[in-house]
């Protein structure tokens, strides 16, 4: 089966493997890792080892609890100081840069031998750049080169690229969801990769904990300026009171974004020393890494953040919905 795209890419990554083959592979990820990076981190070892190639997985920080159960026996050195990369070579996946992937991790492979990414930023760090800005995920890029090139994969690879492709196209619905997305995602179906385990291992395997956590988040939203702001807030000792981290607020700040009639959601997150803050914007227009940079932030047009040390929780509130009445005037007048 040939999807019609990508067979320039997928001449190269053949030679990139050709190039491998006999030796040993760091597959490298980058921090905080989420199921693109993990699923292309697993599915390129596993296609490299079945080619001759003795590639292991390495990342900096744990692998999420949601994504442990892709790895499979796959090897792989997540958070672990015992990985010696003496005699290894390096191929760099999800990265737009090395230093992604941890400044010790990018010290240690100076040189890469390969780079496999979709990010529009990317560095073109390694001696091979294999990089599709336009694309819905790394993962999507690696089933098209495995698709065209006619390489077999196990079902353990096509699941892990299948919740990849998942997770970078926030469940098929964001714009990169192509008719080729679709039809990659279909053919890894065939290859054995199971929708229902993608479901349930990154949707419905929440804590009772962080479900606590959104509780009360939900309970401060708050709407503004005639209800084109949304905000919503968690305490410092909110975290303590229910046992959770700042990783369990993740995605909440999409609840005040989702409501109709608001153009600008914000999460207010208080800290040791001050607040910590994630915009979002639900039309380019209202230019969420703009107003974050009025927070002396940054991020993207539609996902944004800042922090504000030095300050409490009822200033920080006060100072940001300033800030943001101020921003959306100055859209309003354009
Ligand atoms: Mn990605």
Same mark, same amino acid.
């Given at each position: 089966?040939?999807?019609?795209?990508?067979?320039?890419?997928?001449?190269?990554?053949?030679?990139?493997?050709?190039?491998?083959?006999?030796?040993?592979?760091?597959?490298?990820?980058?921090?905080?890792?989420?199921?693109?990076?993990?699923?292309?981190?697993?599915?390129?070892?596993?296609?490299?080892?079945?080619?001759?190639?003795?590639?292991?997985?390495?990342?900096?920080?744990?692998?999420?609890?949601?994504?442990?159960?892709?790895?499979?026996?796959?090897?792989?050195?997540?958070?672990?100081?015992?990985?010696?990369?003496?005699?290894?070579?390096?191929?760099?996946?999800?990265?737009?840069?090395?230093?992604?992937?941890?400044?010790?991790?990018?010290?240690?492979?100076?040189?890469?031998?390969?780079?496999?990414?979709?990010?529009?930023?990317?560095?073109?760090?390694?001696?091979?750049?294999?990089?599709?800005?336009?694309?819905?995920?790394?993962?999507?890029?690696?089933?098209?080169?495995?698709?065209?090139?006619?390489?077999?994969?196990?079902? !353990?690879? $096509?699941?892990? @690229?299948?919740? &990849?492709?998942?997770?970078?196209?926030?469940? #098929?619905?964001? /714009?990169? *969801? %192509?008719?080729?997305?679709?039809?990659?995602?279909?053919?890894?179906?065939?290859?054995?990769?199971?929708?229902?385990?993608?479901?349930?291992?990154?949707?419905?395997?929440?804590?009772?904990?962080?479900?606590?956590?959104?509780?009360?988040?939900?309970?401060?939203?708050?709407?503004?300026?005639?209800?084109?702001?949304?905000?919503?807030?968690?305490?410092?000792?909110?975290?303590?009171?229910?046992?959770?981290?700042?990783?369990?607020?993740?995605?909440?700040?999409?609840?005040?974004?989702?409501?109709?009639?608001?153009?600008?959601?914000?999460?207010?997150?208080?800290?040791?020393?001050?607040?910590?803050?994630?915009?979002?914007?639900?039309?380019?227009?209202?230019?969420?890494? !703009?107003? $974050?940079?009025? @927070?002396?932030? &940054?991020?993207?047009?539609?996902?944004?953040? #800042?922090?504000? /040390?030095? *300050? %409490?929780?009822?200033?920080?509130?006060?100072?940001?919905?300033?800030?943001?009445?101020?921003?959306?005037?100055?859209?309003?007048?354009?």
């Amino acid at each position: 089966m040939n999807f019609h795209c990508f067979p320039e890419e997928s001449t190269r990554f053949l030679a990139l493997i050709n190039s491998l083959r006999g030796k040993r592979v760091a597959v490298i990820g980058h921090l905080r890792p989420d199921g693109d990076c993990i699923g292309a981190q697993v599915a390129l070892c596993r296609i490299l080892r079945a080619q001759g190639v003795d590639a292991v997985g390495v990342n900096g920080h744990a692998i999420p609890r949601n994504l442990r159960g892709f790895v499979g026996d796959t090897p792989f050195f997540a958070q672990d100081n015992s990985f010696d990369p003496t005699g290894y070579e390096a191929i760099f996946v999800d990265c737009s840069d090395a230093n992604r992937a941890g400044s010790a991790m990018a010290a240690m492979f100076p040189a890469p031998a390969g780079n496999i990414d979709h990010h529009i930023s990317n560095a073109r760090f390694a001696s091979e750049n294999i990089v599709l800005p336009e694309t819905a995920a790394t993962c999507a890029m690696l089933s098209a080169f495995v698709f065209n090139l006619g390489l077999d994969i196990d079902p !353990l690879t $096509a699941q892990a @690229l299948y919740t &990849g492709i998942v997770t970078d196209t926030g469940q #098929f619905k964001f /714009p990169s *969801t %192509t008719p080729e997305v679709l039809e990659l995602a279909a053919q890894l179906l065939r290859c054995g990769a199971c929708v229902r385990t993608t479901t349930r291992e990154l949707y419905e395997q929440e804590t009772f904990a962080s479900l606590a956590l959104l509780q009360r988040f939900l309970s401060s939203l708050t709407l503004h300026n005639k209800g084109r702001v949304c905000s919503g807030e968690i305490p410092l000792a909110a975290f303590d009171e229910t046992g959770t981290t700042r990783e369990n607020a993740e995605g909440f700040v999409d609840y005040a974004r989702c409501i109709e009639g608001v153009d600008i959601a914000v999460l207010i997150e208080e800290t040791p020393d001050g607040v910590k803050g994630s915009l979002r914007a639900k039309d380019e227009r209202y230019r969420a890494d !703009l107003l $974050a940079k009025k @927070l002396n932030g &940054g991020g993207h047009i539609l996902a944004s953040g #800042f922090s504000l /040390p030095n *300050t %409490t929780l009822a200033d920080g509130r006060a100072h940001i919905l300033e800030t943001i009445t101020a921003h959306l005037a100055e859209i309003d007048a354009q």
